[in-house]
């Protein structure tokens, strides 16, 4: 005789042996006696780490004065970094013209919210104003020389907002460039195939250090005589192109994981090269690279530092400046802690952001 | 040469392959094919695996580039000339084994892509024609879903809408329901059944035998890159002229 189930099981909740915090714990650091173990040593260990740096840090650090003999406790003495504060952040910008590069900031934090966030839909006009009137707005306001502003020569320029020209401007460059790089190298074309694969190993292969060394000391031995380019001018471009050359790689890696279907479809369906690229291709490699480009980002951030061989201000090389006057000796730990926690803060947040950004393009069963 | 394969062309001529071969490297794929595919045709063409029917409907619009003899569709010779690339293109869809939707946009977005890119449509109007195709493939509910998210069948159906949207005049298919569980096998013939009896010039790589039957103008078999035997579906099957192709019939029918 046949079984038939006439009833509907009703929908249920899931089990509830994992709700609490006892009961997590119980589940999750103490099982088993070796994971009750590895849990109270690994207590331990993280609290030692932790109770002595925020007692460096906060607990015995002195915050308040304005010389070293202020520094009386036996932790960290910021009072260092305050004393340098503004060097720190503007380098030798002039005191009264600091507020152009707060205005700098302003507008390109604006357009980078409405560029990366969710808030906007459309993003042609933010990406217009973040990527072509923030630049030229943000050369003049920093350089002057025109609207009656005062000219501030680049060798002024230091600190973090050195830092952070070096890293957008490359990373603005590196991305783009590297696509095209990409491209290249798949080409079927053999003279842009040659060029390209020519440049990346050629960079590739040599160090940052090099790469600017040879930007600033060499290249105007070859140029013709008057034609100078600024210094700053000549790191931007060794490091914009030697992060496209990185960048290039992994975009490639990415396009080489779209399988053949996909340009088949758009050909099929009479889509040109560029158009299939741009529309079907590069929007899936690229999806699939956020992870490898946003570590090369964070990579090309922290090489800014490299550009003190060549005589720069960056934060990395204010602050050891600093460390070097006669009335700050030993603070070398203040200052390098400081400048860490500085970068550390700006890679982090790259970082979480390309994981939320990874979630939200993510078109599969999830969604 | 040309010309004279130009004049022959009449209008009620949708593809014409004349004296055309193929190598990969050394491999000589395709060998001296010559297939004439009238308008409103509809041609199923089977074969074992590796005998070159993926290549030559894909020569057909160009995926692939053949070496020797002519292509022409639609009164144009495929030649490297991009823009006449371009335009053959546009009247051929191509429906795939492997479905190749676009992942990372939606339904209703793969559908309009081409449209509005290619052919310049108001994005409006693109979507009401995207809409109406979807409907005919019985699956406008699912147009705001991501290709991820559907079922072979329903996959393969969006694809078929996705070619129809660019309104071609002829269709090819490659294996359309090989990738295909057997439930999903018939949703997708349906589709195509329905679409040749509006009148498409269809060429369909498939081992449908059933299919065949019912639409088939001709049947085509192919071994070793040349095409061996065509024939209306009934002669086709019930009096088979060539020992390879009583062969082939014979290890199919046996194992459908
Ligand atoms: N890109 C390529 N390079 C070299 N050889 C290839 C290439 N593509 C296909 N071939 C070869 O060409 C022959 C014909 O391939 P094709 O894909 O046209 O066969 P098919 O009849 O469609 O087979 P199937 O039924 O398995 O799809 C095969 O022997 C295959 O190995
Ligand atoms: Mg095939």
């Known amino acids: 005789m046949a079984i038939v189930k006439t009833e509907r099981h009703e929908d249920l909740p899931p089990p509830v042996s994992q709700t609490g915090v006892i009961g997590w714990m119980r589940e999750n650091l103490f099982s088993s006696p070796l994971n009750a173990l590895l849990t109270v040593v690994s207590i331990y260990v993280i609290w030692g780490a932790l109770s002595s740096i925020i007692s460096y840090a906060f607990i015995n650090a002195n915050f308040v004065g304005e010389t070293r003999e202020d520094c009386t406790g036996t932790g ?253 000796v030993g603070m070398a730990t203040e200052g390098y802690v400081f400048v860490a926690a500085v970068f550390w803060v700006f890679c982090f947040s790259m970082s979480r952001y390309s994981i939320w950004l990874e979630n939200k393009l993510h078109t599969g069963h999830k969604r | 040469m040309s010309e004279a394969a130009m004049t022959q062309t009449d209008i009620d001529v949708a593809i014409q392959l004349i004296g055309m071969h193929k190598w990969y490297g050394e491999f000589h794929v395709l060998k001296d094919i010559n297939l004439t595919v009238e308008r409103g045709e509809k041609i199923v063409v089977c074969g074992p695996s590796g005998s070159g029917k993926s290549t030559m409907i894909r020569c057909i619009n160009r995926l692939e580039e053949h070496q020797q003899g002519q292509i022409i569709v639609d009164g144009i010779e495929l030649t490297n000339d991009v823009k006449k690339i371009d335009e053959i293109r546009r009247e051929v869809g191509m429906v795939f084994q492997h479905f190749n939707l676009f992942p990372h946009l939606t339904v209703l977005e793969n559908c309009t892509l081409a449209p509005i890119w290619v052919r310049k449509t108001p994005k409006a109007e693109a979507e009401a024609t995207a809409m109406k195709f979807l409907e005919r493939v019985k699956i406008p509910e699912q147009a705001m879903k991501y290709p991820g998210q559907l079922s072979g069948g329903q996959q393969q159906r969006v694809a078929i809408a996705r070619s129809l949207c660019m309104n071609p005049r002829i269709m090819l298919f490659d294996e359309p329901t090989s990738a295909l569980d057997p439930e999903m096998i018939s949703e997708v013939l349906d589709t195509m059944i329905s679409l040749a009896e509006e009148g498409m010039t269809m060429i369909c790589v498939t081992h449908e035998m059933g299919f065949a039957k019912t639409v088939a103008d001709r049947v085509l078999f192919m071994d070793a890159g040349e095409i061996i035997e065509q024939a209306p579906p009934q002669e086709f099957f019930e009096n088979p002229q060539s020992e390879r192709t009583q062969l082939f019939l014979s290890q199919i029918l046996h194992n459908g």
Do not use: H
């Open chain 1, 76 to 328: 960290a003495c910021w009072v260092f970094i305050k004393a340098r504060f503004g060097q720190i952040m503007y380098g030798f910008y002039p005191v009264e013209e600091r507020w152009r590069v707060d205005v700098g900031y302003i507008l390109a934090a604006i357009g980078l919210f409405l560029v990366l966030s969710d808030f906007v839909k459309n993003k042609k006009w933010p990406a217009i104003y973040t990527f072509v009137v923030v630049p030229i707005v943000c050369y003049f306001l920093f350089y002057g020389g025109s609207f009656g502003l005062e000219v501030v020569e680049t060798s002024q320029w230091g600190g973090l907002f050195l830092t952070l020209v070096l890293a957008s401007v490359s990373i603005f460059v590196a991305l783009p460039l590297g696509i095209v790089l990409a491209l290249g190298r798949r080409s079927t074309m053999p003279i842009v195939r040659m060029l390209c694969v020519g440049f990346i190993e050629f960079v590739r292969g040599v160090p940052l250090i090099t790469v600017l060394f040879m930007a600033s000391v060499m290249l105007p031995l070859f140029l013709p005589e008057g034609m100078n380019f600024d210094k700053l001018i000549r790191a931007l471009v060794g490091m914009s192109l030697f992060s496209a050359a990185y960048m290039a790689e992994v975009v490639r890696g990415g396009l080489q994981a779209i399988p053949k279907g996909q340009t088949e479809a758009a050909s099929s369906l009479g889509l040109g090269y560029w158009k299939a690229m741009g529309l079907i291709v590069l929007p899936q490699a690229l999806k699939i690279s956020i992870p490898s480009i946003v570590n090369t980002f964070i990579g090309l951030f922290k090489d800014t530092t490299l550009v003190l061989i060549i005589g720069l201000l960056d934060l990395l090389s204010i602050v050891k400046a600093g460390t070097t006057d006669k009335e700050w």
